[in-house]
């Protein structure tokens, strides 16, 4: 198994571009969520989903679209990029279970934004 | 919602030493308590967790409390190495089925040999 696999490692825009963040995961996990992680805040939520055609808005959405049409997969795709959005970003995917479930996270993508 | 507060943001501790990093939180209905950590860029990785029907759990050099009362969880690590050295997170969720992970700000611990 892979496990969760995110692309772009790395990636710089410019203000107002857009882009797409990939998150494939092959563990057949219904759950699956993006984060970000910025110095001194933790990693904080985006957006999260709990199985296909299932989305629901974290703790700091706004900026950022995602869709769930297949179990595997999990763009995140941001739409004006501006330089707050200056991050990185994580993927993360756990099967359902009653709430409990460990979190496995991809190796994250780290996006400037000038 | 849920909300979970940590501290301390930074530690630093001698080798051999204890230490402890406490997350607060508000929402009563919480049932899942996890700890994550965080080596020089890596990703986060589980490390313990524990359920709200138990008040402690071990794994040799750490354990996890829970005072339910109080809202709070602990993580203790002793006999501290050199290898301990990350960022360690506390998180939670809700009793709801697939319910959203919320994370803590994060402890960057220090051993010093």
């Known amino acids: 198994n892979a496990g969760v696999t995110q692309t772009p490692k790395f990636q710089v825009l410019k203000t107002g571009q857009s882009m797409t963040l990939q998150c494939a995961q092959d563990?057949?996990?219904?759950?699956m969520s993006w984060y970000r992680q910025d110095p001194g805040m933790g990693l904080r939520l985006i957006h999260y989903?709990?199985?296909?055609?299932?989305?629901d808005q974290g703790e700091v959405p706004n900026g950022y679209n995602v869709s769930r049409s297949t179990t595997e997969d999990f763009p995140l795709r941001l739409l004006s990029a501006a330089p707050s959005q200056t991050s990185v970003y994580f993927c993360?995917?756990?099967?359902?279970?009653?709430?409990?479930?460990?979190?496995?996270f991809g190796e994250g993508s780290r996006l400037t934004v000038l | 919602g849920e909300n979970v507060e940590q501290h301390p943001s930074t530690l630093s501790v001698q080798e051999g030493d204890s230490a402890v990093i406490k997350c607060t939180y508000s929402?009563?209905?919480?049932?899942?308590f996890p700890w994550y950590k965080q080596e020089l860029g890596k990703r986060p990785q589980l490390i313990i967790d524990i359920r709200s029907n138990v008040g402690e759990k071990k794994d040799q050099r750490i354990a996890v409390t829970l005072n339910k009362t109080a809202k709070h969880f602990s993580l203790h690590i002793t006999e501290t190495q050199p290898e301990d050295s990350a960022v360690y997170f506390c998180a939670l969720r809700g009793p709801r089925k697939g319910g959203k992970l919320i994370f803590g700000q994060g402890t960057e611990l220090s051993v010093k040999p």
């Open positions: 563990m057949n996990h219904e759950y």
């Open positions: 993360a995917s756990s099967v359902q279970h009653e709430g409990t479930g460990e979190l496995f």
């Open positions: 989903s709990v199985g296909a055609g299932i989305t």
């Open positions: 929402d009563s209905a919480s049932n899942y």
